[in-house]
């Protein structure tokens, strides 16, 4: 029997429909050749053991008796492995036709690439702009926070966390919710930093791989659906938005503040620990109040890969 050519690993968190339909999804529309599919569990609790087990045979099923978070679960599953390509997945994706066979074909057609990210559509059919984006920088970062960045007739480098410009091919970064890898690759850079317990991991391998010298790669020919939030909710949970604005924090110091002088490292930090205070209220009033069943507060800009 020839050997896979592909490792898919799906990370779930107290997500057992959309785990389910996401494995529907990857059982109706398999690679040529197939695939052996892994589900970490980061101890749910609500029965999604159960149903992999029950519904799912074929899939291998780690269940973790702790949450371990995004990297560390990820990495549990890539090292079991053995395929030249792995795939992260988020559970709140649904696969489409042949999305898979593009994509594979890309990774062999293409021996520079480590990376590659798909287009990403919410399910009434619009694009995902968290399917590509550019390494962010302090400006990039304060335009996409303050809504400027967001706009349609904004610069590029004021849209760095959609990267505009880029149709198709070469880019920064693409989305952890479909990031599909060449193993050889992550043997030679490491897999993903355990440091992140949720958020920013993504664009921080991106960024190792292109310190590396490997190209990553954003391909709209092959599409699939992401349950924007699906996973995380609307409005976040304190620990997890304490992970995301500190996955900002140590993207920073690991990549850029060694650059930057004192003056500057100190203004980041402070920004970013303000923009932690204002979304940890914001969130709380509006988990408050949505359970008053009143209209919640629109969250501040901020942004949500899975």
């Not at 549990?76 to 709140?92: C, E, H, K, T, Y």
């Amino acid at each position: 029997m020839p050997e896979l050519r592909l490792d898919v690993v799906v990370v779930s968190y107290r997500c057992r429909g959309l785990l389910r339909d996401c494995l529907d999804s990857l059982r109706a529309f398999p690679p040529a050749g197939g695939a052996r599919v892994w589900v970490v569990d980061n101890a749910s609790a609500d029965g999604t053991v159960e149903m992999v087990r029950e519904e799912f045979p074929e899939v291998e099923l780690i269940a973790s008796d702790e949450n371990l978070g995004f990297s560390k679960a990820n990495n549990l599953a890539i090292v079991r492995g053995s395929a030249p390509f792995v795939l992260a997945l988020n559970p709140d994706t649904l696969m489409t036709e042949r999305a898979l066979d593009r994509m594979l074909e890309l990774m062999e057609e293409r021996p520079e690439v480590g990376i590659s990210g798909c287009r990403l559509e919410l399910p009434d059919g619009t694009f995902d702009h968290a399917a590509r984006r550019s390494f962010p920088t302090p400006l990039g970062a304060l335009a996409h926070f303050s809504g400027v960045g967001r706009l349609k007739k904004a610069p590029a480098r004021l849209a760095q966390y959609r990267a505009p410009e880029v149709e198709s091919g070469p880019v920064d970064a693409v989305n952890g919710a479909f990031m599909l890898m060449r193993r050889e690759a992550l043997e030679q850079v490491g897999l993903f930093d355990e440091g992140y317990w949720m958020y920013m991991e993504d664009l921080d391998l991106c960024y190792r791989f292109a310190q590396a010298g490997w190209i990553t790669w954003y391909e709209p020919a092959a599409k699939v659906i992401h349950v924007k939030a699906g996973t995380s909710g609307k409005y976040r949970k304190p620990r997890v938005n304490y992970a995301f604005h500190y996955g900002m924090l140590r993207f920073y110091r690991t990549h850029y503040a060694r650059n930057d002088n004192r003056l500057t490292r100190i203004a980041i930090y402070t920004g970013i620990g303000a923009k932690l205070a204002v979304s940890t209220t914001r969130s709380a009033i509006s988990r408050r109040v949505l359970r008053r069943g009143r209209r919640p507060i629109t969250p501040a800009p901020g942004g949500d890969r899975s």
